[in-house]
Every structure is written in C-alpha cells, then in structure tokens.
C-alpha cells in the first residue's frame, strides 16, 4: 500500500515511528494510503534543517524570493488538475470544489510576489538636526504551520506563500486525513527554485503539533481547526513566547429580510450551505429568516435541495460529495434527531454510486437556539433555519452568538445593509454575498471564539505576522562640528 511520507531537507523521506494513520478514500470507505507519524525526533530534524536553512535564504535578496513564488505560481497553475484530482481522492469533495480550491490559494501566491512593494518600510528624514528615522520589516526565523482537513491545498499556500517571501523557512504539518497534496506542494516550490530545507512538511498527528508548539526554534505558528484545539495552540504557544494566529470554528448566520430577493437567498443559501458538503469554516449554518421571508425561502430551499446530486468525484454529474470520515458523517446524522422541524432528511438522499461517507444535503426549520443543532459547530451539509420577527432580532441572535467568523445579509435595502455592516459584531460580512471570503490582497479572519491572535491570516496581516518591525535611527553628522550630547535627539 501507498506511503505518505515527509518532506525535509528538499526530499521525500519514509516516517520511522510506530504509529502508522490510515487515509481513506472517502468516496468508497476504503483505505487507499497510511502514513507513519512522526516522532519528536523527526519534528525537531525538520525544524533543524530548516533552521540551517534559515540564514541563506534570509539573505536572498527580496527579487530573488519574488522570482521562486512567480516560479512556483505557474507550476501550481500548470498543475491545478494534479492537485485538485489529490484534493478530491482524499478529501472526497467534488472536482469543481477542488479546482476552486486551488484557485484560491494561486490568488495568495500571485500577491505573495509583490513582496518587493509589501515589505518596504518608511524613511523621515531629518527628524532632528542631522538624524534620520527609518522602518524595516525582517523576517522571524522558523515558522511552523498546522492545516486541516477540509482545504489541504488552499489553507497551507495561505501560510507559506506569504512566510518564504519574507525570508522565513517554514515546518507544515498537515491533516493526516488528506495529505498528499502537500508533499506535491513542495516538490513544485523545488522546482520553482526553492532551496533545500526551506520548506519542510512532517505528516503525523499530536506528537508532532506538541513538538512544534514547545520547540524553542520556532518562532511562530498558524494554525486552522475547531475552536477548542485553536485556543490550546494559542495559549500554549505564546506562554512559550511565540508568536500565533490560531484560526477556530464557526456557526455563520445568513439573515434574510422580508424584502431580499427569495429565489437569489435560496441559490445562495444552498451554495454556501451545502458547498464542500458543508465541511467549510465559512459555511452558512443558519439562516435567519425574518418576518414574511420565513416560509416562501423555506420552501424555495427545499425545492433545490432536493436537486442536488450527490455521488463521488469521479461522477461528473457530482455537486456534492462524501464526508470526510465515516465518524465524521455519524456525528453529522446524528443532529438531524435533536430539534426543529426536519423538511429534508439528507439520510435518504439517493448516492449515484459508491458506499462512502456519504450524507445528503438536510434543511431543518424552525430550530430552537438553546438545542444542539444550533448551539454545536456541526460541519457538515445540514442547514438550520432560525425564524425572527424582526432585524433587531436577528441582529441579537448573531452578535450574542460565541463565533465571529462571517455573516451574510440579504436585502435591497441599502440602509438596512449599511446598518448591519456597522452593527454586526463578525469579522467578515456579506451583502448580498452568502461566503465573504476575502480576496488575496485584503485578510481573512473572524473575531470572538473564531479567532486566536490579533492578525488575521494572509494579505496584509500575513506579511505582518511573518515579520517583525525594527526602527533605526541614525546620525551621520558632520566630524568638524561634533560634539558631546548627553541627550536625546532632539525633534524641536
């Protein structure tokens, strides 16, 4: 059977531990790959290789860094099939949902090389009698990145692209449920021209995520999962003295008022709802129906549930595909028993072929806010429907939920759309968008229990995380006035 192996020092090499992790194909139930998890030892080889890796590339000089991430751009271009085909066997979501994956994560490596631009800092001149005050950013050294699931292409070129432009070696530990995709990664930064050592990946499970967050050579750690993993990695690793963003779980409301277009909510509502089979942070898992909208967007909804084919990558036809686990896919079933009206039960769903992990898409209406299926982050392709009466209501019911991921609103009313924009307490919202993902050059992150840290991930924030600011000042005077000046440098 096929070994997933790590990455280091520019080459694949075979784990040597005794915990060896299955990774199955979702679409069938069985196993087609395992991988041996590594032990502390090969984590900290990893982090010692890149390590030594760190001074050289450092010292590359800023067109040369630009030049690999142009490189590694068109090689991720030229095999985006390549790369969504080892999305799709291994996560089990649909090709089209994988070569979008992709192209979000070419977006982050096209605003990666404009490094150059990004990485200039500021210069005053004489700011006191012939002293000068300028701003630098400089890289931090080892940084380390923890990746899920649901995206193991996009959501690690959201971290590295933007950590080795600025100078930094980086250590990535993927999911051990698809991660193939990452060893694919880094043969095409190989080629792009990366040098050894620079970008290294482990593949394994806690001991190697522990190993990072307590490894004294790492500087600074991204991670993405659930909440509760998220606020672990965050406390442990800046009591160590690192630096990190830790990205946790959602529960995304989208708010329909009474004068939205209903079938424009609807479409939008079951593509957010039901994309990736709901396995997104940015999935919309609650509709808020206000006033009016309640019953003909309900019944708009179920009317294109019942439409969407569900069946694995390799059928065309496709617009859903399996969960990625079969514990996941029992998890998510079982909500469907726990409250609310159910108006579409995904359980009897018709799969095209294949005994995988599959569950139809559900819609459950009339869902009490105190019962699980509100309450937990469920992951998956059940959408709830929370009835109100009015946009204070519905404004409440978002801002008192714990997440602060994204939100959406859906109305003609300008107004109305400004006011919630302003009032909302989220850290990404859509008008008349039901996925307010960021592009590249702007930064994705929520607030509240939806993140850790106080830079959000990618675009601006990116650079910013995987730098640090450093302020000269400098004085080159005159030798034949010099003088003694105990003092500051005075500015008046």
């Known amino acids: 059977m096929r070994e997933i192996k790590h990455w280091i020092n520019g080459r694949a090499i075979s784990g040597t531990g005794g915990t060896r992790l299955p990774v199955w194909d979702p679409a069938t139930g069985e196993q087609q790959a395992y991988l041996v998890a590594a032990t502390a ?29 142009f490189r590694f751009r068109e090689l991720v271009d030229a095999h985006r099939k390549e790369i969504a085909g080892l999305v799709s066997s291994e996560h089990g979501k649909t090709v089209a949902d994988a070569e979008g994956e992709v192209a979000r994560g ?8 404009g490094a150059p631009h990004l990485l200039k800092g500021g210069y005053s001149e004489q700011a006191s009698r012939g002293v000068d005050v300028y701003s630098i950013r400089q890289p931090l050294g080892v940084v380390a990145g923890i990746t899920p699931f649901n995206f193991p ?7 590295f692209a933007n950590a080795l432009v600025c100078g930094n070696t980086f250590v990535l530990k993927p999911s051990e449920k698809d991660p193939s ?35 004294p050579d790492v500087q600074a750690l991204s991670f993405v999962g659930s909440t509760p993993v998220a606020r672990h990695i965050y406390e442990t690793g800046t009591r160590g003295g690192k630096r990190v963003q830790a990205l946790g779980g959602a529960k ?32 919309i898992s609650v509709v808020v129906a206000v006033g009016d909208s309640a019953d003909p967007l309900v019944a708009a909804i179920a009317e294109r549930v019942g439409r969407i084919a569900v069946g694995p990558a390799s059928d065309p036809a496709a617009e859903m595909g ?11 079933a079982s909500y469907l028993d726990t409250a ?46 929370v009835r109100v009466d009015t946009y204070a209501e519905a404004l409440r ?67 910013q995380f995987y730098t640090r600011g450093k302020v000269v000042t400098a004085r080159w005077p005159d030798p034949a006035t010099s003088e003694v000046d105990l003092g500051f440098p005075k500015v008046r």
């Open 41 to 69: 030892a090969e984590t900290d080889d990893a982090v010692a290789t890149a390590l030594t890796a760190y001074p050289e590339w450092r010292a590359a000089p800023l067109s040369r860094r630009a030049e690999v991430m």
């Open 106 to 113: 070419l977006e982050n490596i096209e605003f990666a090389t």
């Open 153 to 159: 292409a996009m959501v690690p070129m959201w971290m």
């Open 181 to 215: 995709v990452s060893l694919l990664l880094a043969d095409l930064l190989r080629q792009a021209g990366l040098p050894d050592g620079v970008f290294n990946v482990v593949q394994g499970d806690r001991v190697a995520v522990e190993t990072l967050l307590a490894h």
């Open 252 to 283: 995304n409301h989208m708010v329909v008022l009474p004068d939205a277009d209903i079938g424009a909510a609807a479409d939008a509502a079951v593509s957010a709802g039901y994309g990736s089979a709901g396995e997104r942070c940015m999935a």
């Open 322 to 332: 399996p969960l990625i686990s079969r514990e996941h896919r029992d998890r998510v």
């Open 340 to 385: 609310g009206e159910l108006v579409v039960d995904g359980r009897e769903a018709p799969v095209s072929r294949g005994p995988g992990f599959f569950l139809g898409a559900s819609l459950v209406d009339r869902v009490p806010t105190d019962s699980p299926l509100y309450v937990d982050e469920v992951f998956g392709p059940v959408l709830s429907v």
């Open 397 to 463: 019911l978002v801002n008192d939920n714990p997440y602060g991921n994204g939100t959406a609103i859906f109305t003609r009313d300008g107004g109305a759309a400004r006011q919630f924009q302003y009032d909302v307490v989220c850290g990404m919202v859509g008008v008349n968008v039901p996925v307010p993902v960021p592009v590249a050059y702007y930064s994705f992150g929520g607030w509240k229990s939806s993140l850790f840290g106080d830079l959000h991930m990618y675009g601006p924030d990116g650079i």
